[in-house]
């Protein structure tokens, strides 16, 4: 085997008029429209169109589009959203005085939804639908049609070699595509040389990655505008049901419809947290499991299961999120002539990490004063789990229930349920009196479990009972197309794996008779792009093929050269 060449540099067959000079034979190896310098249209409506459409459908605008959708996402993330949390983008408004009016007309508080971040996602769903259909065509019309045929001069392509042998022609040419058939290139004889190619899974890892990015865009979008996000505190023994009014705070997306929730119920058996005892790390959560009853549907069976931190219960496409917790002591509310009108587990709010915790009692209905005359009543809670005499202080020093006080204070009056919505968590009291003892001051007192305080003047009292339970919060999250994202991102990855480490190539052999009757047999490999895996391979072919048709001597033994067999080729 002589004349063995292996050149990638740019100057020869690698530049462009090289590749230009081999015809169909350089041609359609990828999939992907030439970049074309931006020139300035032709009059006319149609011109423009034209020219939108080809910048709006290159790789090139795409890219710009998909980096701009990525920096859009960066206020998203990092500025409250009222869609998210309302409360603090309350709060930023109040600290920033100067910024909230930017925000405001910039849509910053609701990036998601805004003017200019849904034309940014549109453009770029168009972009991507505008590469991947014209590419998709000219793809299945390449798998279609046969390799193209050989060019003329072999000898400048990138990689080339060629030797004399005495076999026949025919049977050279039998031989190579049986090589290249059984080395899984798509080969045929066209004309006096054999043409395969291989490595369509190049363009197909590309057209995956394309399809792919629509797939997250499209769940992206359907689960921003179908999605749920409800929260729901619930004290040990209580049931839930998902529905819109059990909800303690809900919110959802612009196409949502309440018939979309995903018809289930579960009980709330039993809550147990374990902390670290001992250590630096004392006070430390260990464990947070809910101990739950679920149904699926109206009359679905019930199971049991547990629910922890990062371990949703799935059901459908909700998810069941353990995400916080605290104590609901239990206490009883009696009026001047000892009847319980109010016995109930009151959640308590935590303000610190060992679960120091306020709240409120009201109660409404059923009372009356010391004077039979209709009323109200509204205690202020201050509980600590573990109390410590020797801190001094009201606040707990261990988050588990190891010495639980409970302070109250009372007042009586108008709770204002009347006046609209109300926070089970606070107080208002704007039409309220307080309580006072014999000395003029607010009343309130220390409670243990067990404790009774009395108020004045025959009014009743109240009692902290010695059962204190626990409560759970429940997040419900409900966004569909979670699936179709997560499958569109493992396609993503492997479409673009595919195309970047596989290469598609071709080769081809052309043997004729030479003027003596000799046999002369040439092969040249050409690639996308540049990359010593193409000579390598045919370097391969070559060594095999000339097993199988030998070189014959030169014709002049005085200009015999060196058998030179390509890389990879046998001696």
């Known amino acids: 085997m002589s004349n063995t060449t292996t050149d990638n540099s740019p100057g020869e067959a690698g530049s462009t008029e090289s590749q230009d000079d081999l015809g169909a034979a350089g041609s359609q190896l990828s999939t992907a429209p030439r970049e074309e310098l931006a020139t300035v249209p032709g009059l006319g409506v149609i011109g423009w169109v034209r020219w939108f459409w080809r910048q709006l459908t290159s790789m090139r605008v795409a890219l710009l589009l998909l980096l701009l959708l990525s920096l859009g996402a960066i206020p998203g993330s990092l500025i409250p959203q009222t869609d998210a949390d309302a409360s603090k983008v309350e709060d930023f408004r109040t600290a920033h005085k100067t910024l909230t ?34 590419r ?40 190579a595509l049986a090589l290249l058939k059984k080395r899984r290139f798509r080969a045929h004889t066209a004309g006096d040389a054999v043409a395969a190619e291989k490595g369509y899974l190049r363009e197909v890892g590309n057209l995956v990655f394309h399809i792919a990015l629509i797939v997250l865009l499209v769940a992206f979008a359907s689960g921003q505008l179908y999605k749920s996000d409800g929260t729901k505190l619930m004290v040990e023994g209580d049931g839930f049901a998902n529905a819109l009014p059990m909800y303690d705070d809900f919110k959802s997306g612009s196409l949502f419809q309440n018939d979309d929730l995903v018809p289930f119920s579960f009980d709330l058996k039993d809550f147990t947290a374990t902390y670290e005892t001992s250590g630096p790390n004392k006070g430390t959560p260990r464990t947070f499991e809910a101990k739950i009853a679920y149904g699926v549907g109206a009359y679905g069976k019930q199971r049991t299961t547990s629910v922890k931190v990062n371990q949703p219960l799935k ?24 009847k319980v009108v109010y016995h109930d587990a009151v959640p308590l709010l ?39 005499p020797k801190s001094g202080t009201m606040l707990s020093q261990f988050p588990a229930l190891v010495n639980p006080l409970l302070a109250v204070n009372a007042y009586h009056g108008d709770l204002g349920v009347d006046t609209g919505t109300q926070n089970v968590y606070q107080l208002d009291k704007t039409h309220m009196k307080a309580f006072k003892d014999a000395k003029g001051q607010l009343l309130k007192k220390l409670l243990q479990p067990g404790d009774t305080m009395k108020l004045p003047d025959g009014a009743g009292s109240i009692t902290f009972e010695k059962d204190v339970k626990e409560w759970a919060g429940f997040e419900i999250v409900q966004e569909p197309g ?82 030179v067999p390509a890389e990879g080729a046998e001696k």
């Open 101 to 134: 009016p930017v925000y405001d007309k910039l849509g910053l508080f609701h990036v998601y939804s805004s003017v200019w971040f849904s034309a940014i996602y549109i453009l770029l769903f168009v972009s991507l639908i505008g590469c991947i259909v014209p």
């Open 315 to 338: 059901i459908d496409d909700a998810k069941v999120y353990l995400v916080s917790h605290g104590y609901a002591p239990v206490v009883t509310v009696r009026d001047g002539k000892g």
């Open 482 to 563: 979670g699936g179709w994202a997560l499958g569109g991102a493992f396609a993503a990855i492997f479409g673009l794996a595919g195309s970047l480490f596989i290469q598609r190539r071709r080769v081809w052999v052309r043997a004729v008779r030479g003027a003596d009757g000799v046999t002369v047999v040439e092969m040249a490999g050409l690639g996308r792009s540049e990359s010593a895996k193409v000579p390598e391979e045919l370097g391969v072919l070559a060594g095999t093929l000339y097993d199988r048709a030998p070189g014959a001597p030169e014709p002049d033994d005085a200009n015999e050269s060196t058998v």
């Open 350 to 388: 935590p303000l610190d990490g060992n679960v120091t915790s306020n709240g409120v009692v009201k109660v409404m209905d059923g009372y009356r004063d010391a004077r039979g005359k209709k009323d109200q009543l509204g205690f202020q809670a201050f509980f600590v789990p573990t109390f410590d």
């Open 136 to 175: 998709t065509w000219q793809f299945v019309g390449q798998l279609r049609s046969r390799p193209p045929g050989a060019p003329k001069r072999l000898n400048r392509l990138p990689a080339y070699t060629t030797w004399r042998t005495e076999a026949d022609p025919e049977q050279v040419r039998e031989a």
